[in-house]
């Protein structure tokens, strides 16, 4: 499995919400151990999941999940 | 029990653990169970005195089987082959084989007969894993082909 970078970017769109990770792990009804799963790039989570984390925060997948993030 | 005692409350990585640790517990469960089956033949144990682990071993074994060929999967690291599948067919038949000598030993008058009908055992069981074996990878490959054709039918 090719392994995944941290995810800068959704913290940095958490930080514009003004969202902790507990608040936007709740909002998309996951544990705060996989949300920060995710954005540690521990854990690949499915594209329903992503959308969710996306439409929570307002942006588009490509800003969130899009390749640049791999060299983060 | 709650009344939401259905529902799942792992989210995707939560239920992928669990799926892992449940995968897991069924090889150390299965590879327990046959361990105690042969401990239990080699210290002389008899057919009806293991039927109770055989036949839980044959059913889990045979779910594992036929739900994966009727999902077209075989393993996660090889694919059927006929020279793997002889190969299977030799352990089973070194596995019995070793099980017969064992008894062969123990039995103090054990005569040409016995070797012979030991012998026997070790064919058979070669044979029969490798009939096995060969008419799963048939129905693996028919399977594989129906489920990829559905697929590509249905992206068009």
């Known amino acids: ?72 | 029990m709650t009344k939401n005692a259905k529902k799942n409350n792992l989210d995707e990585m939560q239920e992928q653990k669990m799926l892992k640790l449940e995968e897991c517990g069924f090889w150390i469960l299965f590879f327990a169970l046959a361990a105690a089956i042969l401990v239990q033949l080699l210290m002389g144990g008899t057919i009806r005195q293991i039927a109770g682990e055989a036949i839980v071993l044959l059913i889990g074994s045979a779910f594992y089987a036929f739900s994966s060929l009727r999902n077209g999967l075989w393993t996660r690291n090889a694919v059927p082959t006929r020279k793997g599948n002889v190969s299977a067919a030799i352990i089973a038949a070194l596995l019995v084989g070793v099980l017969n000598m064992v008894k062969l030993l123990k039995k103090p008058d054990a005569g040409t007969n016995d070797i012979l009908i030991a012998a026997a055992f070790v064919a058979a069981a070669f044979v029969i894993c490798y009939i096995v074996l060969e008419l799963f990878r048939f129905v693996y490959q028919n399977r594989r082909a129906k489920l990829d054709d559905v697929d590509e039918k249905t992206e068009g």
């Open chain 1, 1 to 72: 499995m090719v392994p995944i970078g941290r995810n800068l970017k959704i913290k940095a769109a958490r930080a514009e919400k003004d969202m902790t990770q507990k608040a936007l792990a709740e909002a998309v009804g996951i544990s705060r151990q996989t949300m920060n799963a995710i954005e540690q790039g521990e854990f690949n989570p499915t594209i329903r999941l992503c959308r969710a984390i996306c439409r929570v925060l307002g942006k588009s997948l490509d800003e969130l999940f899009g390749e640049e993030n791999e060299d983060d």
